[in-house]
């Protein structure tokens, strides 16, 4: 079992910036990829970013390229959300996830665990 945990989120004025931390814990395995869903409320869950730990490989949704940034933690299995020129769209819960494999995917099944998730508000 992997047990996810984020860090970092909170309220910020539109324009500012926020960093989101994630750290997975548990079994070990050789290849993963690691990313970001978020969720506004009445909307459906949405891919925001993924990072393939072995190579680095990264994807970002098109509403966040140029904006948010993902990159690998010091530890294994942990990643850093550097997210900059929020908007107040950006609100939302933001989902850690992790999934076997050298491959990303932007569907929600295609992630074998999740955070609990942690709140991102942006005001205008």
């Known amino acids: 079992q992997v047990q996810l945990v984020e860090s970092g989120g909170g309220l910020v004025q539109a324009g500012g910036s926020l960093r989101l931390s994630c750290a997975a814990s548990g079994r070990t395995f050789s290849s993963y990829t690691m990313g970001w869903f978020r969720q506004a409320p009445g909307k459906e869950r949405e891919f925001v970013t993924a990072?393939?730990?072995?190579?680095?490989?990264?994807y970002y949704a098109d509403s966040v390229k140029g904006r948010f940034t993902i990159s690998r933690g010091n530890a294994e299995k942990t990643v850093n959300l550097q997210m900059n020129s929020l908007k107040p769209e950006d609100t939302a819960v933001y989902y850690c996830?992790?999934?076997?494999?050298?491959?990303?995917?932007?569907?929600?099944?295609?992630?074998?665990?999740w955070g609990q998730g942690t709140q991102v508000t942006v005001s205008s």
């Open positions: 990072i393939v730990w072995s190579g680095g490989n990264t």
């Open positions: 996830v992790l999934r076997y494999g050298s491959t990303w995917n932007w569907r929600t099944n295609a992630y074998d665990y």
